[in-house]
């Protein structure tokens, strides 16, 4: 949104906005719609189809909690994995490392608790990369929150401890993966607000059963892909490589826009895996 530079008819009451007390906003049509500030209406997702599409066929979905967001740097500290036919894989790991207190205040994962009840990081680091892959190979698209940022920690988790890469137990390509973040973005690019994942669920009406915690973002992610196909039908209607590819030229594009508005916070324009790099823990 932005504010109106001249004069208009607001397009909730009809009434006069005069030049600079009311706000402009992009319709989905391309063009503006002049408001008073008091009557912009709240952003609402389209209304579901009962189109078929990749949405109603069999779905993977991923999530890591982890002890910070640094790739390199960071450590996961639990992960989860499960499907639309109900099989699930659900771990908590000893990353070696003291959980921040920062972290623990996002996803409610102590140190004592990972000593205490955690695997040891090679161990479930490796089953859990050979369940992705097991997924990948046959063709099942997993759904990823923000999977740039899961898929690069786990690479870089699994180069750390000497395992073999989650890429090349794939196959030498990790796909076909769904992005919700992505996807929403390229649909919907001029809504305001946030777009967390409990805020797009609930945008597109998706119960969110505890966020940041791995077991319910894999769920809540997994239900917002279907509700996200079932809201736009060229969504649905692409094939799984199509909309794979798009996700990446849209990913490419939305990085480039960010560094044009904040050039100094450049970023990695690679989807869905960024540049895999080890980096020490600090004091280590």
């Known amino acids: 949104m932005a504010s109106n530079k001249y004069p208009g008819q607001c397009g909730t009451c009809a009434q006069r906005v005069p030049a600079g007390e009311g706000t402009l906003t992009r319709t989905d049509a391309g063009g503006?719609?002049?408001?008073?500030?008091?009557?912009?209406p709240a952003p609402r997702a389209p209304r579901p189809g009962e189109h078929d599409g990749w949405h109603r066929r069999h779905l993977a979905a991923f999530d890591v909690e982890s002890t910070g967001v640094r790739?390199?740097?960071?450590?996961?500290?639990?992960?989860?994995?499960?499907d639309t036919s109900g099989?699930?894989?659900?771990?908590?790991?000893?990353?070696?490392?003291e959980i921040p207190a920062e972290a623990t205040a996002t996803h409610g994962i102590t140190t004592e608790q990972v000593r205490?009840?955690?695997r040891p990081p090679a161990e479930a680091l490796d089953e859990l990369a050979?369940?992705?892959?097991?997924?990948?190979r046959a063709g099942i698209p997993i759904v990823i929150y923000n999977a740039v940022y899961d898929l690069t920690m786990l690479e870089t988790e699994l180069l750390r401890h000497g395992l073999r890469s989650l890429t090349d137990r794939?196959?030498?390509a990790l796909a076909p993966i769904v992005d919700p973040l992505v996807i929403d973005r390229h649909v919907d690019r001029y809504r305001s607000g946030g777009r967390t994942?409990?805020?797009?669920?609930?945008?597109?009406?998706?119960?969110?059963p505890g966020p940041h915690r791995a077991d319910a973002d894999t769920q809540a992610c997994m239900d917002l892909a279907i509700a996200i196909a079932a809201?736009?039908?060229?969504?649905a209607d692409a094939t799984l490589a199509d909309l794979h590819a798009g996700q990446a030229e849209w990913y490419a594009e939305s990085v480039a826009y960010f560094a044009s508005k904040f050039p100094d916070r450049s970023s990695d324009p690679a989807w869905p895996l960024a540049t895999v790099r080890v980096e020490e823990w600090p004091g280590a």
């Not at 503006?32 to 912009?40: E, K, M």
């Not at 450590?75 to 499960?82: D, Q, T, Y």
Request: hydrophobic fraction near 40%.
């Open 130 to 136: 050979d369940a992705l892959a097991n997924y990948l």
């Open 32 to 40: 503006w719609v002049t408001y008073h500030p008091h009557c912009v």
């Open 87 to 97: 099989h699930s894989l659900e771990l908590l790991v000893d990353p070696g490392v």
């Open 197 to 208: 994942l409990e805020q797009v669920c609930a945008f597109y009406g998706v119960t969110h």
């Open 170 to 172: 794939a196959g030498g």
């Open 116 to 118: 205490a009840h955690g």
């Open 231 to 235: 809201c736009h039908r060229s969504i």
């Open 71 to 82: 790739t390199g740097v960071d450590r996961i500290v639990s992960a989860s994995l499960r």
